[in-house]
């Protein structure tokens, strides 16, 4: 585990998390909950998350879960973002970019009558062409939080069935949590 302690220069400590492929993803440490004698751990990437998209004329973008690290599709995206002094990193989890991104403005997160839209929850970071087919790596608006279980050797990525068993524990902790006293 790597971890920056809070100590005196009030950074967030950090934590390295393994995914079961052997993928790594650097994570603030956002909460620690104990559950059932092991703790799990709320975190938030160091790099931006970002989704891939295939974009279709007319229609609303296509979500790419899964896509292999040797994709062309990833090589074509690297050469792209290296333009804008961006590195694309196929990180645990997800696809995660390093780099200076600008921060987007409040007011084109809103529609014209001034209100958020739920609709938009992702920002397009930049698009390209591969064979003639437009893809895009949007940013995630909403947080991203990924989950993980502390155990000696750090921390390991919670996955699949584990997840869908432990999520709503978690969810209710930090609901309590959340309570006035």
């Known amino acids: 585990m790597t971890a920056s302690g809070p100590g005196n220069s ?18 603030f440490l956002e909460q620690l909950i104990p559950l059932d004698g092991s703790d ?45 002094d961006l590195t694309l ?20 997160l809103e529609d014209d009558d001034g209100e958020e839209d ?8 930049v698009s390209f062409l591969v064979e003639e087919q437009e893809y895009g790596l949007y940013i995630p608006l909403d947080p991203f939080f990924v989950v993980a279980r502390m155990d000696e050797a750090g921390a390991v990525l919670v ?12 969810e209710a902790e930090l609901e309590e949590r959340e309570l006035p006293e």
């Open 89 to 108: 990193v196929r990180s645990a989890v997800t696809l995660t970019v390093s780099g200076e991104l600008d921060e987007p403005e409040p007011e084109d």
């Open 159 to 170: 996955e699949g069935a584990d997840f869908d068993r432990i999520q709503p524990r978690i």
């Open 10 to 27: 009030g950074e967030v400590p950090t934590v390295l998390v393994k995914d079961s492929s052997g993928r790594d993803l650097l994570c």
């Open 40 to 84: 799990y751990a709320l975190l938030t990437p160091v790099d931006t998350p970002v989704c891939l998209f295939r974009l279709k004329d007319g229609s609303d973008p296509e979500l790419i879960d899964a896509i292999s690290d040797s994709e062309p599709i990833l090589s074509v995206a690297d050469v792209v973002l290296q333009e804008h």
């Open 118 to 125: 739920d609709a938009e929850t992702y920002e397009l970071l």
